[in-house]
């Protein structure tokens, strides 16, 4: 089964996964809990769903096409060629809990390299709520299908040709941690009044799509970690699919194995954007890059995307 027939199949899996999801979001059974994370212990909304949501999905992807592992069960040696699912939890937790439409179920697909770097190939970001999908396939585009009563429109999207940060529109993304939370509303304290308008919404995975789709000229989050990379790979995948750019504030690569200060852009508001994120990055010692600069890293990335 080629990449697109396999996403075709993965975004069915992931809107019948939404629907139990939807249904079980007007459960009054959402509770907030304490869950430790890095050591310290933060609070977390939650309920049976993420448990339910992955059993599911987990089983029909196999059906689909089985792999040898899942990421979260990553160990030992990785060939060339060797391919993982990732399934996430639902993404946008607290707009669950709290009945709000911003909230995702995703899935990605990894690859291994010839040089036995594992990197996302696929993607599917679907938001139950908003009956909108995003999905994406390594060479393939990325599609957005939109559902209005009985009709569906499936289209390709491109992000925003906007250039400058006068008048663009930016998101960003907080963290469950007080000075991780603090840099980001210290960088967005350093960009006011440069932007028309920046954006509070989330979550992750539909903050990256509608970069990629032009809702936004770019989004930043300081310190993504380990539990959300199911989230930024699947959004991952259609950001490059659409041509955006995806990189650390610093202008390096995401690392798919650590946290990540990330950034997307439309490609074009870098070099005015990347100065203030770089002022603000977890690793000021890396000097910021140019526009060309970073598209030459990215370009260093085999064999994934140019």
Same mark, same amino acid.
């Given at each position: 089964?080629?990449?697109?027939?396999?996403?075709?199949?993965?975004?069915?899996?992931?809107?019948?996964?939404?629907?139990?999801?939807?249904?079980?979001?007007?459960?009054?059974?959402?509770?907030?809990?304490?869950?430790?994370?890095?050591?310290?212990?933060?609070?977390?909304?939650?309920?049976?769903?993420?448990?339910?949501?992955?059993?599911?999905?987990?089983?029909?992807?196999?059906?689909?096409?089985?792999?040898?592992?899942?990421?979260?069960?990553?160990?030992?040696?990785?060939?060339?060629?060797?391919?993982?699912?990732?399934?996430?939890?639902?993404?946008?937790?607290?707009?669950?809990?709290?009945?709000?439409?911003?909230?995702?179920?995703?899935?990605?697909?990894? @690859? $291994? +390299? #010839?040089?036995?770097?594992?990197?996302?190939?696929?993607?599917?970001?679907?938001? !139950?709520? *908003?009956?909108?999908?995003?999905?994406?396939?390594?060479?393939?585009?990325?599609?957005?299908?939109?559902?209005?009563?009985?009709?569906?429109?499936?289209?390709?999207?491109?992000?925003?040709?906007?250039?400058?940060?006068?008048?663009?529109?930016?998101?960003?993304?907080?963290?469950?941690?007080?000075?991780?939370?603090?840099?980001?509303?210290?960088?967005?304290?350093?960009?006011?009044?440069?932007?028309?308008?920046?954006?509070?919404?989330?979550?992750?995975?539909?903050?990256?799509?509608?970069?990629?789709?032009?809702?936004?000229?770019?989004?930043?989050?300081?310190?993504?970690?380990?539990?959300?990379?199911?989230?930024?790979?699947?959004?991952?995948?259609?950001?490059?699919?659409?041509?955006?750019?995806?990189?650390?504030?610093?202008?390096?690569?995401?690392?798919?194995? @650590? $946290? +990540? #200060?990330?950034?997307?852009?439309?490609?074009?508001?870098?070099?005015?954007?990347? !100065?203030? *994120?770089?002022?603000?990055?977890?690793?000021?010692?890396?000097?910021?890059?140019?526009?060309?600069?970073?598209?030459?890293?990215?370009?260093?990335?085999?064999?994934?995307?140019?």
């Amino acid at each position: 089964m080629d990449l697109r027939q396999l996403a075709s199949k993965v975004e069915e899996v992931c809107r019948t996964a939404g629907n139990h999801a939807l249904r079980e979001q007007l459960n009054p059974s959402v509770t907030k809990t304490s869950r430790e994370r890095g050591g310290i212990s933060v609070g977390h909304y939650a309920s049976d769903i993420d448990s339910h949501l992955q059993q599911y999905v987990m089983g029909a992807l196999n059906e689909i096409e089985p792999h040898k592992s899942y990421w979260d069960e990553l160990a030992g040696e990785v060939r060339p060629g060797d391919r993982f699912w990732c399934v996430g939890n639902v993404d946008g937790s607290i707009n669950f809990a709290r009945n709000l439409s911003e909230w995702t179920v995703t899935v990605s697909l990894f @690859e $291994a +390299n #010839d040089m036995g770097e594992i990197y996302p190939i696929l993607g599917v970001v679907h938001a !139950p709520a *908003l009956d909108l999908t995003y999905m994406a396939a390594r060479g393939q585009g990325a599609i957005r299908v939109r559902r209005l009563l009985t009709t569906e429109k499936r289209e390709r999207v491109i992000p925003s040709t906007w250039p400058h940060l006068s008048d663009s529109v930016l998101c960003f993304g907080m963290s469950y941690f007080r000075n991780e939370s603090r840099r980001a509303l210290a960088t967005v304290n350093d960009l006011t009044g440069k932007p028309a308008d920046i954006k509070r919404i989330g979550p992750v995975s539909l903050d990256l799509c509608k970069v990629a789709d032009g809702t936004y000229d770019a989004y930043f989050e300081p310190s993504l970690h380990s539990w959300d990379i199911p989230a930024v790979a699947a959004g991952a995948i259609v950001l490059w699919e659409a041509q955006g750019h995806l990189s650390r504030w610093d202008g390096s690569l995401i690392n798919w194995h @650590e $946290a +990540n #200060d990330i950034v997307a852009t439309n490609a074009v508001i870098d070099d005015e954007l990347m !100065p203030y *994120l770089a002022a603000r990055s977890d690793n000021p010692t890396v000097s910021n890059p140019s526009n060309d600069e970073r598209i030459a890293r990215t370009q260093e990335m085999p064999p994934i995307y140019e």
